[in-house]
C-alpha cells in the first residue's frame, strides 16, 4: 500500500471516532440534554458542521481534505469562542479578588476598632441591653399568646379586604406579659468564686499611704511623662481610646488586666506608670465623661407622703468613682509599685495638653 494512502486511512481513523463523538454532543447539546459547557459558549453553526460531518464518510479526495479543513475552521471558531468566554472569566475573578483585597486591607487597617465594636457588643449582650439575646436567653423569647378562634369556612371575603383577628371571650386586646426565661437547673458542688473581699480591704488598706505622695499636678505629671523608662497608661475603653487620649499613650483596658496582659503592656515592674481616667479632664462630656454618682431620689412615694428611700438618695455628696482609684489598687496588686496619677481637673482645651486620636484629626 502507498504511503499516501496509509497517511488518509490514518487520518479517518483518528477523525471519524471524533466526529461520532462531536456529533452525538451536538444533538444532545441543541435538544437541551447537556449543558453549555461554560458561560458565554456558543456552539459554531450546526447545520453546516453536521453536513459535513454526514458528508465525510462517503467523500473522496480533495473534498476531503477540504471537509477536514472546514471542520478545522469551525473547531477554531468553537475554540477561539472558549478562549474568549475563559478569559472574561478570569477577569471576573481578578475583579473579586480586588474587592476581597481591599476589604481585607480595610479590615487590617480598623482592627483594633474592629475588635473593640465586637468586645462592646458581646458585653452588652452579657448585659442584656445589646441588639442580640442576653447570654442564656433564648434566640426566640416570644409570648405565647391564646390560640384564636377560625373564620368560619362559609364566610365570603372580598378580594383585598383586610378582617381584624377574632379576641377570644373576655379578651381585652392586650398581649400577655413576657414570659421569663427557663432557668437551668443548679449544678451542685461548684467551687468558690475566685473573689476575695477580705484580700480586697488588705490591700486598699496597703495602698492608701502609698499613694498619697504620689498623686500629681498637670505640670509635674507632663515634666515627668518626658523621662526616660516613663510610660502613660490609658485604661479606658478601646473605643474612648482610639477617639482621643493623651499624645503617647499606651493602652491597656482596665478589664482585661491580668498578670501576662501587663507585662505585655508595661516594660518591667520598675518603670514608672503614669495613669488618668475620665475625671481627669473637662468640658468634654462625651470621652470624658465624669464618673459620679449623684444624690437622688430612688424609691417611690407610699400611702402616707412617706418615701423610700436608698443610701444614694440620703448621701450628702456625690460620690466619685474614678477609674484612677481601681487602676492604682490593681497595678499595686500586680507588683506594679512605682505608679503615679494625675490629681488635677484639667480643662481640654489647656494648651500644655497634647492629644492624639480620631477625633483629634477630624477637628484638625
Excluded at 339 to 347: F, T
Aim: glycine letters at 4%; proline letters at 10%; charged letters at 20%.
Amino acid at each position: 500500500m502507498k504511503p499516501t494512502r496509509l497517511w488518509h486511512c490514518f487520518v479517518i481513523g483518528l477523525i471519524q471516532p471524533a466526529l461520532l463523538v462531536l456529533s452525538l454532543h451536538s444533538c444532545l447539546w441543541a435538544q437541551g440534554t447537556l449543558p453549555a459547557p461554560f458561560p458565554g459558549y456558543t456552539r459554531p453553526a450546526l447545520p453546516a458542521l453536521e453536513s459535513l460531518m454526514a458528508e465525510y464518510p462517503n467523500s473522496q479526495g480533495d473534498r476531503k481534505k477540504q471537509i477536514v479543513e472546514q471542520i478545522g475552521k469551525l473547531v477554531e471558531q468553537e475554540f477561539n469562542q472558549r478562549h474568549l468566554a475563559q478569559q472574561q472569566e478570569i477577569k471576573a475573578l481578578e475583579d473579586q479578588v480586588a474587592l476581597k483585597t481591599k476589604a481585607f486591607e480595610k479590615r487590617e487597617k480598623l482592627k483594633d476598632k474592629i475588635i473593640a465594636d465586637r468586645v462592646t457588643s458581646l458585653l452588652e449582650k452579657s448585659e442584656g441591653i445589646g441588639w442580640e439575646p442576653a447570654v442564656g436567653m433564648p434566640n426566640e423569647w416570644v409570648p405565647a399568646y391564646p390560640a384564636l378562634p377560625a373564620y368560619p369556612a362559609s364566610l365570603s371575603i372580598p378580594p383585598g379586604m383586610m378582617i381584624p383577628p377574632i379576641q377570644p371571650p373576655g379578651a381585652s386586646g392586650t398581649p400577655p406579659a413576657l414570659a421569663p426565661p427557663a432557668l437551668a437547673p443548679p449544678v451542685a458542688d461548684y467551687p468558690k468564686a475566685r473573689v476575695s473581699y477580705e484580700d480586697f480591704k488588705e490591700l486598699v488598706a496597703e495602698v492608701e499611704p502609698h499613694r498619697q505622695s504620689r498623686v500629681l499636678s498637670l505640670d509635674q505629671f507632663l515634666q515627668m511623662s518626658k523621662q526616660p523608662n516613663v510610660m502613660i497608661l490609658d485604661t479606658r475603653s478601646a473605643f474612648r481610646y482610639e477617639r482621643i487620649h493623651l499624645k503617647g499613650a499606651k493602652h491597656l483596658s482596665f478589664t482585661d488586666f491580668t498578670q501576662s496582659n501587663l507585662a505585655n503592656a508595661i516594660p518591667t515592674p520598675e518603670t514608672t506608670v503614669l495613669i488618668y481616667c475620665n475625671n481627669n479632664f473637662d468640658s468634654n462630656q462625651v470621652d470624658f465623661a465624669p464618673k459620679s454618682a449623684s444624690p437622688r431620689l430612688l424609691g417611690a412615694r407610699q400611702p402616707g407622703n412617706r418615701v423610700l428611700e436608698s443610701q444614694v438618695a440620703v448621701q450628702s455628696k456625690p460620690l466619685e468613682l474614678a477609674l484612677n482609684v481601681p487602676t492604682y489598687i490593681n497595678l499595686y496588686g500586680y507588683g506594679y509599685r512605682n505608679v503615679y496619677e494625675l490629681g488635677e481637673l484639667v480643662k481640654v482645651t489647656d494648651p500644655r495638653v497634647q492629644f492624639e486620636g480620631s477625633m483629634v484629626q477630624e477637628s484638625k
